[in-house]
């Protein structure tokens, strides 16, 4: 998400090593999640407003921290054959194309339409993965073709990244079961190649306009980078059994902090 807003910017900050070391240790935490269900800014980007950062520095401070985690898993995943980058070099393409179109979209359309619409669709990922099959095998035709994929999937779920952001690894990790039939397991590693494409092309937007507040978001990168390593280890280890329960809990967390934002900000208005 890229909205410049009349919000100050911080530019030296007063940062205790007390606040440093939590918001690492959140990272890491946040990092082990992500590589496994995303959701993991629900995490470090509440922390970093704790921390006194301004919205729009904590968005571009959050992108900067979760591009280390993203690329820790998908370099993880690669090196395990999880996931071929020559396979998807035209969805890593067409993400990156649609998330630099969203980060400068979203600065002159208002993104109120998605707030209200995303909740639901997080709601109905969270049903589809409750009620799928434990093991879903393998087998059964990709519904679109490669290039269609990339175009459709990638180009559009990385917009929506660019756009707007919450739950994009959940909708990722939903298009490949069920559009491209890949395994639970196949789809987070290819999840998080296409998260970490989108990640750095919005990152590029928030660099380019000087709003990362380095100090912050390195240290939190830092353990983002060792807990999506950890969590990409257990979704090579573990495989469903741990994938499918965080991305439920992730997915209806999301929805449920999206749809308490809406009714605060209603209630504000009502007042």
């Not at 499918?244 to 992730?250: A, D, E």
């Not at 902090?257 to 208005?269: A, G, T």
Request: hydrophobic share 55%; glycine share 10%; net charge positive.
């Amino acid at each position: 998400m890229f909205i410049i807003t009349n919000d100050y910017y911080v530019h030296d900050m007063d940062i205790s090593i007390e606040i440093l070391t939590l918001l690492f240790f959140v990272a890491t935490a946040a990092g082990f999640i992500d590589a496994m269900a995303g959701g993991g800014g629900l995490l470090t980007l509440p922390a970093l407003l704790a921390a006194g950062v301004p919205p729009t520095q904590a968005l571009a401070t959050n992108k900067l921290q979760s591009s280390f985690g993203s690329f820790s898993a998908s370099w993880y995943f690669v090196r395990n054959g999880l996931v071929s980058l020559k396979e998807m070099r035209l969805a890593i393409a067409c993400t990156f194309i649609g998330a630099a179109i969203g980060a400068q979209v979203v600065q002159y359309i208002d993104a109120s339409i998605l707030t209200s619409l995303i909740p639901i669709f997080l709601l109905a990922i969270s049903v589809y993965f409750l009620l799928m099959p434990k093991s879903k095998p393998h087998s059964g035709k990709a519904k679109l073709s490669e290039a269609m994929f990339a175009l459709c999937v990638g180009g559009g779920v990385g917009f929506y990244d660019g756009f707007f952001g919450p739950g994009t690894g959940s909708i990722f990790t939903v298009c490949f079961v069920i559009i491209g039939q890949f395994s639970l397991v196949a789809a987070t590693a290819r999840t998080k190649v296409l998260n970490f494409t989108s990640n750095i092309a919005a990152l590029l937007f928030f660099i380019m306009a000087g709003l990362p507040i380095w100090q912050l978001g390195l240290t939190m990168a830092v353990g983002g980078f060792m807990g999506a390593r950890l969590g990409a280890k257990v979704v090579v280890t573990k495989g469903q059994k741990w994938i499918r329960p965080l991305v439920i809990t992730m997915s209806m967390a999301m929805a449920i902090k999206l749809l308490w934002q809406q009714h605060h900000q209603w209630l504000i208005s009502m007042l």
